[in-house]
């Protein structure tokens, strides 16, 4: 995984516009050393690295951070499913506030697909627990204190999820190995 943001150089011919020089995965860098983030591409193996990434920086034992890896899981996944990021050269932007007793996630997307509905999040109402899909804002709800989004129709679109760092609700939850 890249260490920083890449470069940016501009193509030949094309006058004041940027472009990666790098594909993602690569880590977003902040001051406050509570802060952390990542960009992730459009392969559905990066869910893996956001959960792997979670996981590292959640500084919480396994079970402290068990919601946390799940909430970046749904919601990259959901991202990758139902935005533009799920496209070729898509990104989902994931970052992490780590407090004292909560996490603060945020989960930013590329917006909508231009032939699909703007659609805003909302949980729907319970499917088969067994179906692969059509549960994840239903367990985000669940495994957060609260959530929320913000963005405008046919823009990109951030789910924010506040995240109890005790976990202590997890206590017998089974233990996960990455």
Same mark, same amino acid.
């Given at each position: ?5 890449? +470069? ?8 004041? =516009? =940027? ?7 690569? +880590?977003? +860098? %902040?001051?406050?050393?509570? +802060? ?17 990434? /979670? ?7 396994? =079970? /402290?951070? %068990? ?20 496209? #070729? ?10 407090? #004292? ?6 989960? $930013? ?10 659609? %805003? ?5 319970? $499917?088969? #627990?067994?179906? /692969? ?46």
């Amino acid at each position: 995984m890249n260490q920083a943001i890449p +470069r940016q150089s501009t193509p030949e011919g094309v006058t004041g =516009r =940027r472009t990666p020089t790098l594909q993602p995965p690569w +880590r977003m +860098r %902040f001051e406050d050393s509570d +802060r952390c983030g990542i960009v992730l591409g459009s392969d559905p193996r990066h869910v893996g690295i956001a959960r792997d990434w /979670a996981y590292r920086n959640a500084r919480s034992p396994r =079970r /402290a951070a %068990f919601p946390l890896v799940l909430a970046v899981s749904l919601l990259v996944t959901n991202a990758q499913q139902h935005s533009r990021s799920g496209d #070729p050269g898509g990104t989902v932007r994931v970052t992490l506030h780590r407090k #004292p007793h909560t996490y603060t996630l945020t989960v $930013t997307d590329d917006g909508p697909r231009p032939d699909q509905p703007i659609r %805003f999040p909302r949980p729907r109402k319970p $499917t088969e #627990p067994l179906e /692969a899909t059509g549960n994840g804002l239903l367990m985000l709800d669940e495994l957060s204190v609260s959530w929320d989004w913000t963005g405008n129709a046919g823009e990109s679109l951030t789910v924010r999820a506040l995240i109890d760092r005790s976990g202590e609700q997890w206590a017998g939850a089974p233990s996960t190995k990455v």
